[in-house]
């Protein structure tokens, strides 16, 4: 039947007994995909039935669906047209795994933040209100999104326009981990309440029995059971924000939530529909561990076995050694954003309960939190990907530089990352944070690295950002067991990295030496570089910016006039990038032999690590190349 529907107009119809044959369909075909590619399995077996009865209750892209992080459109991306491309999703030049813009006339965002749903429907339909355009406008945002201050605004803001926009709650008490903090609590007593169950039942079924005599008695029917419920639920946060309140509804009950839907569209004013769904729904291990399959890669349908590595990961590293550091220090504490398996803190969190703290989808919170703790007296660490520290930048600035709090951040995913696409590449942390004082930013290239990087934020008095990338830790070099020094990187002679017997004789012989200066996050595919010029009978030594900031200028450019030519590698954008500044202090001293390697000023797709790096010209083929380049000039 899945075959079959090209548009949502295919499905408007389908009789209730088809209905539930396509919603196994669509599950079967996520998990036959996601299983192959990986991706987010959980939330989007989770919203099956919900997607069905948006799509059958609205006419997109007349009207507007806007999904919150958007990872969970798997079901809506199969139902607007897209189930022939399907198993591509996440691969390179296939669809994306969350909805874009240039993807269909159906996705009106690319997103891949959190609680921004809200925000931009209520823009968006105060927009074609504007322009005199009909049509419905529907965010959909979970219980975890909430958590995010950014869609409190917009609630607020929404019931003051009293525009009549639609926002879908879904409720599975989960984000990426399971919710913390009052929110989820109150989500939780407005669903689970005995009281109201009881009363909505019977309220519903009232109502069912009355006879529909236009849109002002539908309104009326509303206001009656808003008003009712208030005896029961002596405060609710939505009406209080001006919203009409329906629910908690059955989120796996397709008729039910289209009879609703189709109630709510004929208001005009701004309603919350809330809906409790199942993470996982329909795929037992998913239902089971939804922390695990939210976002997964490739696994074992039957039994939902995961391939696992014997190489270590940043994170894992990281993981390792922060419960190693706390059990020395008693002051460190440690902060995450929802993501405390992502960022390595699940062992943490149960070793020292006391001393965890997750914060919800709140990344400004979370770092100007860190900052009172700093002024407190303890030593925050703050786990959070590149891509949402981005979210935090004024809080960076003014609650912690400008404090001079002692407080690090780590910084996962860093550069580039693989599968997400254009709304997780962890390209813009160096230029945002470069120019903020009282801040030092660290580039640690291996485990061992990692651990003296982090010994020095530990011991330093400023706030420490230190950033590694979405990917294993290379094996050990004497040199990553260099002692830090303020301001200085790591040196690694061509002879370290030689594959076979050159004799020293022969690299001596060469006149014109590059020198690659690289972020840790860069190494590997650096390594393999140099290697291959080695074998062409080239020559270059690697410089490893532990440091981007604060630099040791003078000790840089001694180093930097030995060579002939220099090669900047670099992890993140070049607008801003250190390498760009690094350029121009070269340039300062007449050194102008030089290429910049990084990002560009545009966005990069979805893609493996490999496929990324080739595409913004950061292969070992493409270092490779710009090094003989340089070689030549």
């Known amino acids: 039947?899945?075959?079959?529907?090209?548009?949502?107009?295919?499905?408007?119809?389908?009789?209730?007994?088809?209905?539930?044959?396509?919603?196994?369909?669509?599950?079967?075909?996520?998990?036959?995909?996601?299983?192959?590619?990986?991706?987010?399995?959980?939330?989007?077996?989770?919203?099956?039935?919900?997607?069905?009865?948006?799509?059958?209750?609205?006419?997109?892209?007349?009207?507007?669906?806007?999904?919150?992080?958007?990872?969970?459109?798997?079901?809506?991306?199969?139902?607007?047209?897209?189930?022939?491309?399907?198993?591509?999703?996440?691969?390179?030049?296939?669809?994306?795994?969350?909805?874009?813009?240039?993807?269909?006339?159906?996705?009106?965002?690319?997103?891949?933040?959190?609680?921004?749903?809200?925000?931009?429907?209520?823009?968006?339909?105060?927009?074609?209100?504007?322009?005199?355009?009909?049509?419905?406008?529907?965010?959909?945002?979970?219980?975890?999104?909430?958590?995010?201050?950014?869609?409190?605004?917009?609630?607020?803001?929404?019931?003051?326009?009293?525009?009549?926009?639609?926002?879908?709650?879904?409720?599975?008490?989960?984000?990426?981990?399971?919710?913390?903090?009052?929110?989820?609590?109150?989500?939780?007593?407005?669903?689970?309440?005995?009281?109201?169950?009881?009363?909505?039942?019977?309220?519903?079924?009232?109502?069912?029995?009355?006879?529909?005599?236009?849109?002002?008695?539908?309104?009326?029917?509303?206001?009656?059971?808003?008003?009712?419920?208030?005896?029961?639920?002596?405060?609710?946060?939505?009406?209080?924000?001006?919203?009409?309140?329906?629910?908690?509804?059955?989120?796996?009950?397709?008729?039910?939530?289209?009879?609703?839907?189709?109630?709510?569209?004929?208001?005009?004013?701004?309603?919350?529909?809330?809906?409790?769904?199942?993470?996982?729904?329909?795929?037992?291990?998913?239902?089971?561990?939804?922390?695990?399959?939210?976002?997964?890669?490739?696994?074992?349908?039957?039994?939902?076995?995961?391939?696992?590595?014997?190489?270590?990961?940043?994170?894992?590293?990281?993981?390792?050694?922060?419960?190693?550091?706390?059990?020395?220090?008693?002051?460190?504490?440690?902060?995450?954003?929802?993501?405390?398996?992502?960022?390595?803190?699940?062992?943490?969190?149960?070793?020292?309960?006391?001393?965890?703290?997750d914060v919800g989808i709140a990344e400004e919170h979370a770092v100007t939190f860190a900052g009172g703790l700093a002024r407190g007296g303890l030593i925050p660490v703050v786990c959070i990907y590149s891509t949402f520290i981005q979210r935090a930048v004024d809080q960076m600035i003014h609650d912690v530089s400008l404090q001079n709090a002692h407080a690090i951040f780590m910084l996962d995913r860093a550069g580039a990352v693989p599968d997400d696409g254009v709304t997780h590449q962890g390209v813009f942390d160096i230029a945002l944070f470069r120019s903020i004082p009282n801040l030092n930013i660290l580039s640690p290239v291996s485990q061992k690295d990692l651990d003296l990087c982090f010994d020095y934020a530990l011991n330093d008095s400023s706030a420490t950002v230190i950033r590694y990338p979405k990917l294993s830790c290379p094996s050990e070099l004497n040199q990553f067991n260099t002692p830090v020094e303020k301001g200085r990187g790591i040196f690694i002679p061509c002879s370290e990295l030689t594959i076979g017997n050159i004799p020293e004789s022969q690299l001596e012989k060469i006149k014109h030496k590059i020198l690659v200066v690289s972020t840790g996050g860069m190494f590997s595919e650096v390594k393999v570089a140099v290697r291959s010029v080695l074998l062409s009978d080239g020559y270059a030594d690697i410089y490893l910016l532990r440091f981007i900031k604060p630099l040791d200028e003078e000790y840089f450019t001694s180093i930097a006039k030995k060579y002939y030519g220099i090669v900047f590698v670099e992890d993140g954008v070049i607008t801003g990038g250190i390498s760009e500044y690094l350029n121009s202090i070269l340039y300062k001293n007449k050194i102008y032999n030089t290429k910049i390697l990084g990002f560009k000023d545009r966005y990069f797709d979805h893609g493996t690590r490999a496929e990324v790096l080739d595409e913004a010209g950061l292969s070992s083929k493409a270092i490779e190349n710009a090094v003989k380049e340089l070689s030549r000039a």
């Open 1 to 357: 039947m899945l075959s079959k529907i090209h548009s949502p107009e295919d499905i408007k119809n389908l009789s209730q007994k088809e209905l539930k044959e396509l919603a196994g369909e669509i599950r079967t075909t996520i998990l036959e995909v996601v299983g192959k590619n990986g991706g987010h399995l959980a939330s989007n077996l989770g919203v099956v039935e919900l997607t069905i009865a948006l799509h059958r209750c609205f006419n997109t892209p007349k009207d507007a669906i806007v999904w919150d992080v958007s990872h969970q459109c798997y079901a809506h991306k199969l139902l607007t047209g897209r189930y022939n491309n399907f198993s591509t999703l996440r691969k390179k030049d296939g669809i994306s795994g969350f909805t874009n813009k240039d993807e269909s006339p159906h996705d009106f965002f690319t997103s891949g933040h959190s609680s921004t749903s809200i925000s931009a429907s209520l823009g968006l339909l105060t927009a074609w209100e504007i322009e005199h355009k009909e049509g419905k406008v529907i965010a959909v945002i979970g219980d975890g999104a909430l958590t995010g201050g950014m869609a409190f605004e917009a609630l607020s803001h929404t019931g003051q326009l009293c525009k009549n926009l639609i926002v879908i709650v879904n409720d599975n008490q989960m984000s990426i981990d399971h919710n913390t903090g009052s929110l989820s609590r109150y989500l939780s007593r407005l669903s689970m309440s005995p009281k109201y169950q009881t009363f909505r039942y019977h309220v519903d079924k009232c109502i069912d029995k009355i006879p529909y005599f236009g849109r002002f008695f539908e309104k009326i029917i509303f206001r009656i059971k808003r008003s009712l419920k208030g005896l029961i639920l002596t405060n609710n946060l939505f009406t209080d924000l001006g919203f009409e309140y329906v629910g908690p509804l059955d989120g796996h009950n397709e008729q039910v939530l289209e009879k609703v839907l189709k109630r709510v569209s004929k208001l005009h004013r701004p309603v919350v529909v809330h809906v409790v769904t199942k993470k996982g729904k329909g795929y037992s291990p998913a239902e089971n561990n939804p922390e695990l399959f939210h976002g997964i890669g490739p696994f074992q349908i039957s039994d939902g076995t995961v391939e696992k590595f014997d190489t270590l990961s940043f994170t894992e590293a990281f993981s390792n050694m922060i419960v190693d550091k706390a059990s020395q220090n008693d002051k460190i504490v440690c902060i995450t954003a929802a993501m405390a398996k992502g960022t390595g803190l699940t062992r943490f969190s149960y070793k020292y309960p006391e001393r965890f703290f």
